[in-house]
């Protein structure tokens, strides 16, 4: 199984320099979409639900204290599958153009990260865990709705910031 840095390599090989933020959600819609697509949840790393939307506490050991990261010393984008690429390059094409910012008040707008914060002031810190299994019912319902807005037709002003 992938690590969660193998993916913020394979992130980061494809995307460029990016903001943490940004780099910290892109890591969790792949494994949300991973979970939906490939049923089997693409790396280990625990997902946590802290104020500023979903983070993997492994990857922000690692750039803590930076506000945007170029390359990943750690991890090796060369472990993951095909299907693993697959997954990350689908997240990238409908996510890859937001901005972290953006990332962050879509991922607050969804039930995971808000059933994990539950309780818990705006601003309040947390390690409550976002699970696999809360992620794998909500996208797995995203996936199934047809009236889903497509990442592109988003309106950004009918979504609280």
Known sequence: MASAHDVAKYIL???????TWKLQ?????????????AEKALFK???????????????????????????WRKG???????AEKRTIDGVLSS?????????????HSERPWREARRGLEPTEPSSAQI???????????????????????????AIPA
């Open 45 to 71: 790393d625990r997902i946590e639900a802290w104020a500023n939307g979903p983070v993997v506490p492994t990857l922000y050991n690692q750039h803590r204290g930076q506000f945007s990261v170029e390359k």
């Open 25 to 37: 959600k892109l890591a969790y819609y792949s494994q949300a979409w991973h979970l939906v697509w």
């Open 13 to 19: 090989e494809h995307q460029g320099s990016i903001s």
């Open 131 to 157: 699970t696999l299994e809360s992620m794998s019912a909500f996208y797995l319902a995203v996936a199934a709705d047809d009236d889903a807005v497509p990442i592109g037709e988003i309106d950004w002003e």
């Open 95 to 107: 996510y890859g153009a937001l901005s972290g910012q953006q990332l962050s008040q879509l991922t």
């Open 76 to 82: 090796d984008s060369e472990r993951l599958t095909q």
